[in-house]
């Protein structure tokens, strides 16, 4: 220890042996000269104090002083020492015996003898400040709070002098000490157990084992009591209640009497607030139980903002059933703690500019399925489009002919469509959950798998989309030169050559300029006779459908649900793979006998008698004539057939 603490255990001495928080210098002085010399022979720490007494003494007050242990106070009669301590000393050995003193009522400032300052001393009321004070942690007590809390009681009970940490259980022990004591004397513990008996019909055993449980082992009572059970809650509500009013009936109350109310006010107050807890928690644990069937249910991934935002099956927010705290609590663990060898069951996936998603782990590839499926027809529309357009002016892209190009292609497209999924297929944590069910018990079925040999499948694969199917399907709805490589090949050299001639022709001269556009006008003339051919097949093709559609489809319904309605009745496989598979095995060959039949008609007029006439030869096909109900599958063709040429 260093000389400064010695001096200030030396003044809390000499200020709890002369019962005073204030020491004259002076008179200190001398008390430590002599007592200091009396023992500088046996103890070293007193022999420092021995010589130079007040030059040292006056060296480290000013130390204590500037740390705020002491206080000084001169005046014309001298310097005095104010010592804080002093009251914090008293009251430790005030309650130091406490527990067979439980007859007598809380120590208070008349049964000290002293005055405490104001600086020292904070008055709490026992209803709305008490339950405060216990839930909160004596360590976040700030320091510029007084350590000593005044508790002033109702009903003319006194006050209780407290230290700041008895709050938390000490208060509750001394509390259940005094009660024991007023159950122990005057025959009251028969006499409770008399008037609370009406209170617990059916449950006497119980009360009289509780109440002889508190005679003996008190203190077991806090855990009984902090659980707030059933019976616990209402035995205290009632107890308390019940010595209440027994003691305010009396006209001369005994010290006995009042250290009995002090102590079932303050049990009243930690009663309500453990149920209060209890109550607190179970909503809070109902809550969170809430929290994780919500992130069970789609879209399956959620951000932070979208959590704060869960409601119950009522409505009501979970955030307020649960503090912030709590949540946040709760998504750390549940995103850190994990079985040895297993992934967390929450699991967190980072999206781009730092977009975070929270997925169960147990969800993660239905959620993959579900966006899968959920993006591909609007990858397709949009590759169909563009491909469209492109192969209508006779132009190509990379993706159209190289594998490499059209899977970039469909990771772009997918970016732009679905972030999410992007970001869950880019993950790492993906792979290690594939691998986790994968060794489980049921396994990964085989058309389920999204990596092969630690390797994630192609997207075109994972989306169920080829190159060479998507090529069919947009040459399918352009005329049917588009598809001759000889004839698109020829009108495309003249297109790139119109395109460089009118390149050329804008760098010219004026006088050149006037010239080319002689030519230009002759080529343009050719190119809209084309077009025009191009677009009257359309027009027809398309008249034609639409004409057939109105009298194939029933009222009340659209094209595409009737459709859906035929498909059920010819395609009535169980398994949905399988079920697609089929249908769409079906449609390519629509699609590919349309496509040839186009081809040959050329320029003869195509009716609604001929789409009829395809759908009955396309019928009588051997692999058609296994399905069923070959009325509505026929009637199904014809419909492809009017979508594919209207679209």
């Known amino acids: 220890m260093s000389s400064g603490t010695d001096l200030f255990t030396l003044l809390r001495l000499y200020a709890n042996k002369n019962r005073t928080p204030q020491v004259s210098v002076a008179v200190f002085l001398q008390f430590l000269e002599k007592y200091a010399k009396h023992y500088e022979a046996t103890r070293e720490d007193l022999a420092y104090w021995a010589q130079d007494t007040g030059r040292k003494v006056w ?35 005030a309650y130091k015996n406490i527990d067979e003193s439980a007859e007598l009522p809380f120590p208070d400032e008349n049964s000290l003898g002293v005055v405490m300052p104001a600086n020292q001393v904070r008055n709490i009321n026992i209803e709305y400040d008490l339950p405060n004070l216990i839930a909160q942690n004596p360590k976040d007590n700030p320091p510029e709070n007084p350590p000593i809390y005044k508790l002033v009681f109702p009903d003319n009970a006194g006050s209780a002098l407290l230290l700041t940490p ?25 006499y409770i157990q008399h008037k609370l008996a009406p209170a617990f019909h059916g449950k006497e055993a119980q009360l009289r084992d509780t109440l002889n449980h508190l005679l003996v082992r008190p203190f077991d009572a806090i855990r009984d009591m902090e659980a707030s059970g059933d019976f616990i809650y209402p035995f205290w509500a009632y107890l308390c209640t019940q010595i209440k009013n027994d003691i ?22 930690y009663n309500n607030y453990f149920k209060g807890k209890v109550t607190r928690e179970k909503e809070a644990e109902t809550a969170f139980r809430n929290l994780e069937l919500q992130l069970e249910k789609p879209p399956f991934y959620y ?39 297993q992934l967390p069951d929450l699991l967190i996936v980072q999206g781009r500019e730092g977009v975070k998603w929270f997925i169960k782990k147990n969800k993660m590839l239905v959620l993959c399925f579900k966006l899968l499926g959920e993006v591909r027809p609007k990858v397709k529309t949009a590759i169909s489009q563009r491909w469209f357009k492109l192969m209508q002016a006779y132009e190509t892209e990379p993706s159209m002919q190289d594998e490499a190009a059209f899977e970039q292609e469909l990771w772009e497209l997918t970016e732009r469509i679905s972030p999410v999924l992007v970001s869950l297929l880019d993950d790492k944590k993906l792979y290690l959950v594939h691998e986790e069910l994968e060794k489980g018990e049921n396994g990964i079925p085989e058309h389920t798998r999204l990596f092969y040999k630690g390797t994630l499948v192609p997207l075109s694969e994972l989306l169920l989309l080829k190159q060479k199917d998507l090529l069919t399907d947009v040459k399918v709805l352009l005329p049917f030169w588009y598809s001759l490589p000889i004839i698109s090949s020829l009108i495309a050299f003249f297109k790139r050559q119109s395109k460089k001639r009118k390149k050329l022709k804008k760098a010219a001269t004026q006088t050149n300029i006037n010239g ?30 639409l004409k057939h559609r109105s009298r194939l489809i029933p009222e009340g319904h659209t094209l595409d649900s009737y459709m859906e309605e035929l498909l059920d009745r010819w395609n009535r496989i169980i398994n949905v793979d399988a079920k697609n598979n089929l249908t769409e095995d079906v449609n390519s060959l629509i699609r590919d006998y349309l496509r040839r039949t186009i081809r040959s008609l050329k320029n003869a007029p195509f009716t609604a008698d001929r789409i009829s006439n395809l759908a009955e030869t396309l019928i009588n096909t051997p692999n058609l004539q296994k399905l069923p109900a070959q009325e509505s599958l026929k009637l199904y063709i014809q419909l492809y057939i009017v979508k594919l040429l209207t679209e």
Request: glycine share 4%; hydrophobic share 35%.
């Open 59 to 93: 060296s480290e007050l000013s130390k204590l002083a500037e740390q705020g242990k002491i206080e000084l106070i001169t005046d014309e009669a001298g310097t005095v020492i104010s010592i804080h301590q002093f009251y914090l000393d008293l009251l430790q050995q």
């Open 303 to 341: 951000t932070i903002d979208d959590i704060v935002r869960f409601t119950d099956t009522k409505g009501v927010p979970l955030l307020g059933q649960y503090t912030q705290e709590a949540l946040e609590q709760y998504l750390k663990s549940k995103t850190t703690t994990a079985k040895q060898d």
């Open 166 to 190: 008895m709050l938390q259980k000490r208060l509750l022990e001394i509390s259940l000490l005094k009660i024991r004591h007023y159950l122990r004397s005057h025959n009251n513990k028969e």
């Open 248 to 269: 305010k009936k009396k006209n001369d109350r005994l010290p006995e009497d009042l250290a009995a109310l002090q102590a079932v006010l303050i049990l009243e107050v």
């Open 516 to 545: 080319a556009n002689t030519d230009d006008r002759d080529e343009k003339t050719g190119d809209s006779a084309s077009d025009a051919r191009q677009k009257d097949r359309r027009k027809e093709l398309r008249e034609v459908a």
